[in-house]
């Protein structure tokens, strides 16, 4: 019997794991149109798990031509993949003959844009 309780309760440790990360790497965002400007508000963390949904999001905008704004007041994390994807939309909207806008970034993300500036 204790053995059985034992190995439940490390089920539901495990599961409760599985299910805190998964929440954890959901990227929330919402896209309000203005004309020919489109803000991309994110929501969480931007690291290699996220990367390319931003992409998905971000990259159908540009390609119509749109002025990207992305508002960044609410991503708690970023990482160099975060990086990547600002410097690949930025290079794709100049390819566009448009451009991508960084609005109102939360300070962890600025710290980490600040140290990719001494770099770059």
Do not use: W
């Amino acid at each position: 019997m204790i053995v059985k309780h034992i190995c439940s309760n490390r089920v539901l440790l495990l599961l409760n794991f599985v299910i805190s990360y998964i929440n954890k790497k959901i990227m929330k965002f919402k896209v309000t149109n203005n004309k020919n400007v489109s803000t991309v508000f994110l929501n969480g963390e931007i690291d290699m798990d996220i990367a390319d949904d931003v992409r998905e999001i971000v990259f159908p905008l540009i390609d119509s031509g749109k002025e990207v704004h992305l508002n960044l007041k609410d991503v708690q994390y970023m990482d160099s993949s975060g990086i990547s994807v600002i410097i690949e939309s930025n290079q794709r909207a100049r390819e566009k003959n448009t451009k991508v806008e960084l609005k109102e970034v939360s300070q962890p993300v600025e710290k980490v844009l600040a140290m990719a500036r001494k770099f770059l």
